[in-house]
């Protein structure tokens, strides 16, 4: 019995043809030689292989070659997909899917673009919570933002969108599948060998100086997902839709990428009331009262029902003189209290702005739009 | 049953347009061949039907001694050995194709291949002129393509009602393109302009990726890709790149990689 063996894994049969690469083209004249010990052979040494074609089998690259992406059919249905412009080419389409763990070459992979589309996806959402909730505290703002542009949302986004990963990254994998070195199942997420770092919860204060949303992070190292030779699935997903996001930017400019944004980003339900979490609600809400000249609140009843019974409930208002702040309902009369303040306290930070104006939607002039300055809030009542 | 009517031989027809054989219409077509300076024909020398033994007298008698069936085979001739091939100083049997191994793709080289072997049949049958000649005569119709204008409808109204001419122009236009057509669908031809789109005619398509590449509904579409092969495992596992990792795991523990074969 002969056991037939491919030897593809080494020698593939598989051929790339390359573009040709030509040897540069430099002069050797002999002055530049007088009196050396070396002299060069005789001849023309300049082009000695120009019209030979070099050829390396797909698997040798380390990722896909760029020509390749214009006979890919999920690139071809990705771009339509997403609607994107034709002026985004499909290369660069393909460029964005390529993790820099895949192809360390910055000329093949995304990490350029995923700088500027994740700064491009920081300022345009964080512009619009400002400017729609204005009286928003920084740690729902931090957290909004998390749900809208985090390595979650984003990997999430990717499924949506229909892009499939990898197995392995390599030139011989179709272009539109999402290329990185994943970690190995199993192993651990960080070095066991190496010295732990302490990790501080840091304050709001401290994230908004660093410029940093992430709470759980030290404070002297660099961020974890860089320079690392593997990445989680979700890092890879990050920096695949940052890429697209600044590639649209590129390519397509000012107006399609807030439209890009605008479509797949903030068109995302997120209850922003069910972010906050309060400590103790009805001191914030005196604090809060105190601060803008209102009366203080106080609680009433305004109805109950099976005071006696085993599930009671009591509706119970907060006011501030005559005017109502806030209206819940509890099983008991503090739970009522607390409820009624927690919910008084949400009106007032999640007040939205009839009208906005945005400044990047009139960056540039291009829109006709005029600038109104928008409502600013003095901040959120310090417990 | 029914005896289905047989065309005549293709050779044969080629041998009957010869002006000899014409000019002996009381002849029958056995002697006729055999009057002919040409080789007789393989048709007629293999033919049951129309072998007349030579030696028959008139009265239908067959002369000479009598037949003995052989019961050795000596005094036999033999042939196609390398000695009898160096008594004989014959040159070695080359097989010549009939039809040329390259297909014209070209519809106007078609139609001028096509256009050719009308003018070369018509020129031997007149036996008047070369057929070299007539057909540089008829060169400006490379200038003016046959496809559009009046050379088009003149070559649409010559008739091809005459069996043999059409056949022999058929059979030469095979040559000449290397394009195939069968028998029925050149019998049922009628015209010039028909032969010709018989023969431009695009040709069916052997699989189901040939049929969508002449119909282009899937192939234009930048998000569809035909493969011209069943796509295997190993092709769904190098599409993800996969494979390269499968492979190097099954060297390095020495199994086999594809099937095992024997």
Not at chain 1, 17 to 38: D, E, I, K, S
Not at chain 1, 225 to 253: M, P
Not at chain 2, 86 to 95: D, G, H, I, V
Request: with cysteine; hydrophobic share 35%.
């Amino acid at each position: 019995m002969r056991v037939r063996t491919s030897l593809s894994a080494l020698t593939f049969q598989a051929m790339a043809t390359m573009p040709a690469m030509r040897a540069p083209a430099t002069m050797v004249l002999a002055f530049q030689f007088a009196g050396w010990l070396y002299q060069p052979p005789a001849g023309d040494q300049t082009s000695p292989r120009s019209n030979e074609q070099i050829t390396r089998p797909l698997e040798e690259l380390p990722s896909p070659p760029v020509s390749s992406s214009l006979s890919a059919p999920r690139l071809a249905a990705l771009h339509a997909r997403l609607t994107l412009s034709p002026r985004l080419p499909l290369q660069t389409l393909h460029r964005t899917l390529i993790h820099p763990t895949a192809d360390p070459d910055p000329r093949f992979n995304n990490a350029s673009l995923a700088l500027l589309g994740g700064e491009l996806l920081g300022y345009h959402t964080a512009e619009h919570l400002i400017c729609h909730y204005p009286r928003l505290p920084m740690s729902v703002f931090f957290a909004a933002q998390d749900a809208y542009i985090g390595p979650r949302a984003l990997s999430v986004i990717t499924r949506e969108w229909g892009v499939d990963k990898a197995a392995e990254p390599g030139g011989e994998v179709a272009p539109g599948l999402l290329q990185f070195r994943a970690i190995p199942a199993g192993a651990p997420l960080t070095d066991p060998d190496a010295p732990k770092e302490k990790i501080w919860n840091r304050g709001v204060s401290s994230r908004i100086a660093s410029d940093d949303s992430n709470p759980r992070r030290s404070i002297r190292t660099e961020d974890p997902s860089e320079n690392k030779d593997e990445v989680s699935y979700e890092q890879a997903c990050t920096s695949f839709v940052r890429a697209l996001v600044g590639a649209v930017h590129l390519h397509c400019g000012r107006n399609a990428s807030l439209a890009f944004h605008r479509d797949h980003f903030l068109s995302r339900h997120l209850d922003f009331a069910k972010l906050f979490d309060f400590d103790d609600p009805a001191r914030d809400l005196s604090r809060l009262c105190a601060r803008e000249g209102f009366e203080p609140p106080i609680a009433r009843l305004i109805s109950e029902t099976g005071r006696l019974s085993r599930h009671p409930v009591f509706v119970v208002g907060v006011y501030s003189g005559r005017d109502k702040l806030g209206e819940a309902a509890g099983a008991s009369l503090n739970e009522g209290r607390v409820r009624a303040a927690a919910q008084a306290l949400k009106a007032w930070y999640l007040y939205s702005p009839p009208e906005v104006t945005k400044p990047s939607s009139v960056e540039g002039g291009e829109t006709g739009k005029k600038w109104i300055p928008n409502y600013v809030d003095c901040g959120e009542v310090v417990a | 049953m029914r005896r289905i009517p047989r065309p005549q031989n293709a050779i044969d027809l080629v041998t009957a347009l010869s002006p000899r054989s014409q000019t002996n219409t009381w002849l029958c077509r056995p002697c006729q061949l055999r009057a002919a300076s040409l080789p007789k024909p393989l048709t007629a020398r293999y033919s049951t039907s129309t072998g007349t033994p030579e030696t028959s007298d008139s009265d239908g008698e067959v002369q000479g001694p009598p037949y003995v069936p052989a019961q050795t085979w000596d005094g036999l001739e033999w042939f196609g050995s390398p000695e009898w091939v160096a008594e004989t100083n014959r040159q070695p049997f080359k097989y010549k194709r009939f039809l040329p191994k390259q297909k014209s793709a070209d519809p106007s080289t078609i139609r001028h291949a096509v256009q050719r072997a009308f003018i070369e049949v018509l020129t031997l049958r007149e036996a008047g002129a070369s057929p070299d000649e007539l057909w540089k005569r008829t060169e400006s119709a490379k200038d003016n393509p046959p496809g559009e204008g009046e050379e088009a409808k003149k070559w649409g109204r010559i008739p091809l009602t005459d069996f043999s001419l059409k056949f022999a122009v058929a059979k030469r236009a095979m040559q000449l393109t290397g394009i195939r057509v069968s028998d029925a669908a050149v019998f049922g031809v009628h015209s010039a302009d028909r032969l010709i789109k018989l023969f431009t005619a695009t040709p069916k398509p052997k699989n189901v990726t040939e049929k969508l590449e002449q119909t282009q509904a899937l192939s234009k579409l930048p998000n569809v890709k035909v493969s011209p092969k069943k796509l295997t495992e190993i092709d769904k596992e190098t599409e993800i790149g996969r494979w390269k990792v499968i492979e190097y795991e099954l060297l390095q523990r020495g199994l086999p990689v594809t099937r095992m074969t024997r």
